[in-house]
């Protein structure tokens, strides 16, 4: 073996493996929100309590994954007779049912800071594979110093794809509520330091 093959040998078995880090979700500095149709006009509401964290792998993106957790009772479209309603049986029905989850099993790279993130959405007890469409928002250091990365998505949903089947039907035609959900998520998270090791 050569000097230089024997430097560089050195040189990786001294350099830590890199792989995932753990970041996770800024609550504060991000946003769980929603709209739907209602007769003619757009409803627009959010979830006030959901966690989650992203294990991001640099060299590897498509190594990486994501988990969500939203409080289902949580629901806020700024009117409280339409939001318990919301939480109540024809709905989310957040007493059977309290949480929203999602769950990644599959991150493919579509082009510069794009992914196609699969993965596994529970809602009302129901469970689809849906494809979120990811934009990665980039690294950078919070104003306390802590790396923060930021990521975005939008999707449109069935409701009644997962059980959430309730309408009226109006006097004049057609129904009170659309079919279709928009679905928009703004995530800025921050890395997870690793604990300290326990003194011996």
């Known amino acids: ?25 800024d609550k504060g500095h991000s946003e769980v929100g929603f709209q739907i149709r209602h007769m003619m006009a757009k409803v627009r509401g959010r979830f006030n309590e959901f966690e989650g964290r992203i294990q991001a ?7 990486s994954s994501v988990e969500l957790t939203i409080q289902a009772a949580s629901i806020d479209t700024a009117n409280a007779s339409r939001d318990k309603d919301l939480r109540g049986a024809d709905f989310f029905d ?3 049912y309290p ?37 990665f928002l980039g690294f950078m250091k919070n104003m ?13 949903l069935n409701r009644k794809d997962f059980g959430i089947v309730w309408n009226r039907a109006l006097d004049a035609g057609g129904v009170l509520l659309g079919d279709e959900v928009y679905v928009s998520i703004n995530l800025e998270t921050r890395k997870e330091e690793a604990a300290p090791p326990a003194a011996q």
């Open 1 to 25: 073996m050569t000097r230089g093959a024997v430097a560089l040998a050195a040189v990786l078995a001294a350099s830590p493996v890199l792989g995932a880090e753990t970041f996770v979700i």
């Open 99 to 135: 949480t929203i989850t999602f769950r990644s099993t599959r991150v493919t790279p579509k082009g510069k800071d794009s992914y196609d993130v699969a993965g596994t959405l529970t809602m009302r007890g129901v469970s689809k594979e849906v494809t979120l469409p990811v934009t």
């Open 57 to 63: 792998d640099r060299a590897r993106p498509e190594a």
């Open 94 to 96: 957040v007493e059977k």
């Open 144 to 156: 306390r110093g802590v790396e923060a990365a930021g990521f975005e998505t939008a999707v449109t």
